[in-house]
């Protein structure tokens, strides 16, 4: 099992920038990649972005791109989302999870959230018009 706990999440007007991390602990060796998801009020939980601990790889959902960007610190067992140009349709609850499944190049799992099986509790991120 691997423990995620997030942190970084808060308010901040549009047009800002928040930076989220999330830190593994656990059976770490076990994961092969890390996303970061989110769920806004009454709507369900979607993809935002995810990278591969060994390559670097990293998947963007469409609503993100160019404007968010996860990377990783393998010796601190952490992954982080920096966000920018922040819109107020970005607030939501955004969940770390990791991935003990592995997913072949090309194959597009580690953008569905199905292949990851372990969550954190969430951070909440709130941006004001």
């Known amino acids: 099992q691997v423990q995620l706990v997030e942190s970084g999440g808060g308010l901040v007007q549009a047009g800002g920038s928040l930076r989220l991390s999330c830190t593994a602990s656990?059976?770490?060796?076990?994961?092969?990649?890390m996303a970061w998801t989110r769920q806004a009020p009454g709507k369900e939980r979607e993809f935002v972005a995810s990278?591969?601990?060994?390559?670097?790889?990293?998947y963007y959902a469409d609503s993100v791109k160019g404007r968010f960007t996860i990377s990783r610190d393998n010796a601190k067992n952490t992954v982080y989302l920096q966000m920018n140009s922040l819109k107020p349709e970005d607030t939501a609850v955004y969940f770390c999870?990791?991935?003990?499944?592995?997913?072949?190049?090309?194959?597009?799992?580690?953008?569905?959230?199905?292949?990851?099986?372990?969550w954190g509790q969430g951070t909440q991120v709130t941006v004001s018009s």
């Open positions: 999870a990791a991935s003990t499944r592995y997913c072949f190049l090309g194959s597009g799992c580690y953008e569905r959230q199905e292949f990851f099986d372990s």
């Open positions: 656990g059976r770490t060796f076990s994961s092969y990649a």
């Open positions: 990278i591969r601990w060994s390559s670097g790889s990293t």
